[in-house]
């Protein structure tokens, strides 16, 4: 029985193959980053009163690296919204506060409002907190 050498010109394209496919793969494994979720995205709080409305959200990082929220902002002058960290753990929580002011501005009726968390997050860079509510008109 005759002993086949293996060259190195035949295993070149096979191994260069395989240790570039290995070290994509180990390299996708190993990469560390953030993802935000926030809970619940979205709370409907049906018909209130026009009163000030308070609410709680939770913003969770996910992924595997520190969640840094870099900004906070509003679409409405109306509410107001704080975070209780800027940096989140991976695993870990933060409580996000919003309070919304309907008398200062007289508002009634359908609103909705957004509240956008800006982050290092690679996929979703800025998250939406977002509430509904029905203000009654307090004239009736």
């Known amino acids: 029985m005759a002993i086949r050498k293996i060259t190195p010109s035949y295993l070149s394209p096979t191994l260069l193959f ?14 560390k980053v953030p993802q935000i979720s926030v809970e619940p995205p979205l709370q409907d709080l ?17 992924g595997n690296a520190d ?3 870099e900004k906070v902002s509003i679409s409405c002058e109306c509410t107001s919204a704080e975070l209780e960290k800027d940096s989140i753990p991976p695993g870990e929580t933060a409580k996000l506060t919003a309070k919304f002011d309907p008398v200062e501005d007289n508002l009634f009726g359908d609103i909705q409002r957004i509240i956008y968390l800006r982050s290092n997050d690679p996929v979703t860079p800025e998250a939406e907190a977002e509430f509904r509510v029905i203000i009654e008109n307090p004239e009736g």
């Open 67 to 69: 969640l840094v929220i």
């Open 18 to 31: 395989f240790l570039l496919l290995m070290t994509s793969f180990l390299a996708a494994c190993s990469s």
């Open 46 to 62: 049906g018909t209130q009163p026009q009163q000030m409305i308070n609410l709680v959200f939770e913003v969770k990082n996910i």
